[in-house]
């Protein structure tokens, strides 16, 4: 069973930056593919970003330039480095792992961005 754990989140102010951390086990952390998704208050959750194995990474395109997905592998976690947040980055956060085809999520965290 993967386990996922987030941390990282908090209370900013817009323009600010936080780095949001998800410590995995109970897989091969380094052929999992890893994902940062958002899910703002009333809305659908998206994917924000993405690394895969070989840490070729993707962004929704209201990121780009402004959030960082990493990966340790020695460490099992995976990083969502955020800057230049906006009122608009307000949502809960969470990481998903795909191991062996199957998907886990952690809880969540909280990202509040005040304007």
């Known amino acids: 069973q993967v386990h996922l754990v987030e941390s990282g989140g908090g209370l900013v102010q817009a323009g600010g930056s936080l780095r949001l951390s998800c410590a995995s086990s109970?897989?091969?952390?380094?052929?999992?593919?890893l994902e940062w998704y958002r899910q703002p208050p009333g809305k659908q959750r998206e994917l924000v970003a993405g690394?895969?194995?070989?840490?070729?990474?993707n962004y929704v395109d209201s990121v780009k330039g402004r959030f960082t997905i990493s990966r340790d592998n020695a460490k099992n976690t995976v990083y969502l480095h955020m800057n230049s947040l906006k009122s608009e980055d307000t949502a809960v956060y969470s990481c998903s792992s795909i191991s062996f085809g199957l998907r886990y999520w952690g809880q969540g965290t909280q990202v509040t961005v005040s304007s």
């Open positions: 109970g897989s091969i952390f380094r052929n999992d593919r």
């Open positions: 690394i895969s194995s070989s840490e070729f990474t």
